[in-house]
């Protein structure tokens, strides 16, 4: 398999982020960025999809579209839509009829930061998505590195050490998102996790000190997205922009957290004779079927089946367990870093039925 890194749920200027798509390009290739999702709210920026190279190397650039109803106090249910070429907007206010809309564009929904608390210390409402009501999105955006200053402070000055000391965050997926997709999954939808950036590396001064609050550099060397594809890309725009949306839509990825170590090279996968089933795949349960993890440095690996911590393994680099019955499937991994166990690598699940 071929692993392309992917930063995911970028704002521009064409909305609240500070800075354009070539210049974020820029920073996106420096740290190693195969591929960026631009997500402005309710609008889609038509002309600039593609590739962007300069002498450093190139990252393609995919556009998409956060989407809420702006007439809503306060402004919850965020939803990011892939893959449709327009902007559906106007069907905000009508969130079913939206998924529905993006599926039969043959596009990809995901839920924006399913939890995103209140923070009152900054006027910040809570934006978390609240209609559980409705069906066939893609995913969720499991863990979202904007909204994390959201669920870790409190008061102005925690605000203010992370603004000045970023890289102390994240520290992981919001419990409650995890529990909420846990839940999902096992009630029998497939939901594809992702990580979502939500840069916008805005411009904040507090008397004297003036500060870039997460710069786009920062997110691109913290939550990204692994895909796995089974071609190399090719160059052409548009050719590895579908192989790279059919992936995700498959949940052929997991999500890392790639400040602490590269998680390049971290693989699950269950081996069931000669046949590799992928995160994201089915397959009917057989005796004998060997789950596999492989890890590229050491670390805290916990294997959870339904929603339960199946297996926990306080420091390894390769997993292999024979699975006794059907479930689902997926894994989690931390290490310490900056003194805190951290989240490093949330994989998709396997589906063994
Ligand atoms: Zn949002
Ligand atoms: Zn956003």
């Given amino acids: 398999m071929n692993e392309v890194i992917a930063n995911f749920h970028i704002h521009t200027k064409y909305s609240d982020g500070s800075k354009l798509h070539t210049q974020i390009a820029e920073e996106a290739i420096k740290a190693g ?62 969130r079913q009829t939206l998924i529905n809309m993006i599926q039969s564009k043959g596009g990809l929904s995901f839920i924006s930061h399913p939890y995103d608390p209140a923070l009152p210390a900054f006027n910040e409402t809570d934006i978390s998505w609240e209609d559980w009501s409705v069906k066939g999105f893609s995913g969720i955006e499991l863990w979202n590195g904007f909204s994390e200053l959201k669920v870790r402070v409190n008061k102005k000055i925690a605000a203010y050490f992370y603004a000045f000391f970023p890289h102390f965050l994240p520290l992981s997926p919001p419990k409650k998102t995890i529990v909420l997709w846990d839940d999902l999954l096992t009630k029998g939808s497939k939901i594809v996790a992702i990580g979502g950036s939500d840069a916008h590396a805005i411009h904040f001064s507090a008397g004297p000190f003036k500060r870039v609050v997460f710069p786009y550099r920062y997110h691109f060397c913290t939550i990204n997205n692994h895909i796995l594809l089974k071609y190399k890309l090719s160059g052409d725009d548009l050719k590895d922009q579908e192989s790279i949306l059919s992936a995700l839509k498959e949940g052929h990825s997991f999500i890392a957290n790639d400040q602490i170590k590269s998680s390049k090279g971290f693989r699950f996968h269950i081996n069931n004779n000669n ?44 997993v292999v367990i024979t699975i006794p019955s059907p479930g689902i499937y997926r894994v989690e991994c931390y290490k310490r870093y900056l003194g805190r166990r951290r989240g490093w690598i949330f994989s998709n699940p396997i589906y063994i039925e």
């Fill in 33 to 94: 960025i195969d591929a960026l999702f631009f997500t402005d709210h309710n609008i889609h920026v038509s002309g600039l999809g593609g590739y962007f190279c300069n002498s450093n190397g190139r990252v393609l650039m995919i556009m998409g579209e956060e989407i809420h109803d702006q007439n809503a106090y306060p402004q919850k249910n965020h939803l990011i839509a892939l893959g449709i070429g327009e902007s559906l907007s106007n069907l905000a206010y009508k």
């Fill in 275 to 318: 046949n590799q089933i992928l995160m994201g795949e089915s397959h009917r349960f057989e005796n004998k079927m060997k789950l596999q993890v492989i890890l590229p440095h050491t670390a805290e690996c916990i294997i959870i089946k339904n929603g339960k911590e199946y297996l926990h393994i306080s420091r390894t680099n390769d």
